[in-house]
Nanobody, 122 residues
Framework: QVQLVESGGGLVQPGGSLRLSCAAS????????MGWYRQAPGKQREYVAA????????????TYADSVKGRFTISRDNAKNTVYLQMNSLKPEDTAVYYC???????????WGQGTQVTVSS
């Protein structure tokens, strides 16, 4: 089992920044890619960003949803088993609960964190 714990959400004004963190613990060897999803009220959960581990390729590959490209940056610290989401130029439409995600490396259901609320409002 893998446990994912998010932190760093909060209230921020439009144009502001926040950094989310997700710490993984447990059977870390059973995950590789880690990422973020979000769910706004009344909407489906949507993909935000993901990053692979650098253990096989000597570098980590990051991907982003079009809606956050150029504003959000995902990174990871493998020594701390932590993934980060730096969110800049935040917009009201970024308001959502943000969930950390880690697909199981060898099949089975994904691992999810409990979510952290991000509210962008003046």
């Amino acid at each position: 089992q893998v446990q994912l714990v998010e932190s760093g959400g909060g209230l921020v004004q439009p144009g502001g920044s926040l950094r989310l963190s997700c710490a993984a613990s447990g059977s870390i060897f059973s995950i590789n890619t880690m990422g973020w999803y979000r769910q706004a009220p009344g909407k489906q959960r949507e993909y935000v960003a993901a990053i692979t581990s650098a253990d096989n390729t000597n570098y980590a590959t990051a991907t982003y949803a079009d809606s956050v490209k150029g504003r959000f940056t995902i990174s990871r610290d493998n020594a701390k088993n932590t993934v980060y989401l730096q969110m800049n130029s935040l917009k009201p439409e970024d308001t959502a609960v943000y969930y950390c995600n880690a697909p199981a490396r060898w099949g089975g259901p994904d691992y999810w964190g409990q979510g952290t609320q991000v509210t962008v409002s003046s």
